[in-house]
């Protein structure tokens, strides 16, 4: 069945980079998507990157997707404390907007 | 543009009670999600409705049901409620189907007691 992992917590300084990883089990995953979420708010579209591509950067952010490895990482780089939140990676094979998304890592950032 | 409007935000209701939350989608998007969000299972997938039909249905007990309306606003409802259903409901409505690019709402926070 379908499983996505994803560290609980990681702890950055501002100006740093911050890198957020993801696992996931099912190779037939067509789309991986991140998204965030902010204390009492809903979740938050960052960015997505479908299966045959290897890399994908808007802005500050870097997606980058190893497939045969079924691993998935964003990058912010010149991390903000604007950026502490919850960040979800999800996957999605096609069937609708259905998604699965991993249990959430919270990036924390200190000043 | 308004964003995903969903209602109540706030619920409290006993055991054995039945709920029914309500969502707006962004004005133009046709499709509506529903995600249930607990601190043990995390983000699960309920439901999705296009067209007022629905395309998919998460592993939940027929006590959870949804429906949309010709003007995209979508319900859902959970009926003989259990403690267990306490969680954080979220909408997300999507301009298409197969997009991924889910706009959530704030949701709706049901506690059962």
């Known amino acids: 069945g379908e499983d996505v992992e994803q560290s609980l917590f990681l702890s950055v300084r501002e100006g740093d980079s911050s890198v957020i990883n993801c696992t996931y089990t099912d190779s037939s995953s067509t789309y991986l998507y991140w998204y965030k979420q902010e204390p009492g708010a809903g979740l938050q579209l960052l960015t997505y990157?479908?299966?045959?591509?290897d890399m994908k950067q808007d802005q500050r952010l870097t997606v980058l997707l190893n497939k045969k490895d079924k691993h998935l990482s964003l990058r912010i780089a010149d991390t903000q404390t604007g950026d502490s939140a919850i960040y979800f990676c999800a996957e999605s094979m096609d069937a609708g907007n259905m998604l699965t998304f991993g249990g959430g890592t919270r990036l924390m950032v200190k000043p | 543009k308004a964003g995903v409007t969903q209602t109540p935000r706030y619920l409290i209701k006993t055991r054995g009670q039945q709920v029914t939350l309500s969502c707006s989608p962004i004005s133009g998007h046709r499709s509506v999600s529903w995600y249930q969000q607990t601190p043990g299972q995390g983000l699960q997938f309920l439901f999705e409705y296009f067209s007022e039909t629905q395309r998919n249905k998460g592993n939940f007990p027929g006590r959870f049901s949804g429906r949309q309306f010709s003007n995209s606003r979508s319900e859902m409802n959970v009926s003989t409620l259990e403690l267990g259903d306490s969680a954080l409901y979220l909408c997300?409505?999507?301009?298409?189907?197969?997009?991924?690019?889910?706009?959530f709402g704030e949701g709706s926070r049901l506690t059962v007691l």
């Open positions: 990157i479908f299966s045959n591509m």
């Open positions: 997300a409505s999507s301009l298409e189907k197969n997009t991924g690019e889910l706009f």
